[in-house]
């Protein structure tokens, strides 16, 4: 990463990642010349219920191998081995202070962005990074616009490009159904292999 001058930083819960999550990055260094995406999975999503969510132990394995052999996407255990509830504030001081010099880009949904004002100090993350926003369903760019009619400076992959969620794959895994087509061979049997997502 070093080498690199724009990076992205994905952060999320990855509960689990899918080939979507691959695609949106693939796609941000396309449009947007980032030269690296970093996948930074969460310890503890502050806006999620931990009930739903499996360790991040196994989150981290996951995204490993999601990105495996993709050598522009970089996967840290920055949030998930702090053992605390992660907060996109911190993970982006962090970043701009270990490697000062770099352009950094924040990589998120809309769905997730909507509910920016309700990140810690997100007054503060909207000052110091620049936002990629990949549109989910529901969620416009013109919904977004409507309140926050003030707020620029961030970039817009339209289209959904992922039409699958992680909150419907699990739904299918615990009903028995085969998600290898959206998962990847190699994420689909760590699940199957540890029985993730059974209960």
């Not at 794959?169 to 998600?179: A, T, V």
């Amino acid at each position: 990463m070093n080498k690199s001058s724009v990076i992205g930083l994905f952060g999320g819960t990855f509960n689990p990642p899918h080939i979507g999550h691959a695609e949106i990055a693939k796609e941000a260094m396309s449009r947007f010349g980032l030269q690296k995406v970093v996948f930074i999975p969460s310890h503890i999503p502050p806006h999620k219920d931990p009930k739903n969510t499996i360790d991040a132990s196994h989150r981290a394995e996951m995204v490993k191998l999601l990105i495996e052999n993709k050598p522009d996407c970089i996967f840290s255990d920055y949030e998930a081995s702090k053992r605390t509830v992660s907060y996109s504030i911190d993970t982006i001081k962090h970043y701009m202070s270990s490697f000062p010099g770099k352009k950094f880009y924040f990589i998120t949904g809309s769905d997730a962005f909507y509910y920016i004002d309700t990140w810690k100090d997100y007054s503060d993350v909207l000052r110091l990074i620049e936002f990629i926003v990949y549109e989910r369903e529901n969620y416009s760019r013109e919904k977004i616009a409507s309140k926050f009619p003030d707020l620029k400076g961030f970039k817009w992959i339209e289209g959904a490009i992922i039409r699958i969620a992680s909150s419907d794959i699990r739904l299918r895994l615990r009903n028995g159904e085969n998600c290898v087509e959206e998962l990847g061979e190699k994420v689909y049997e760590y699940i199957e292999k540890n029985g993730l997502y059974r209960k």
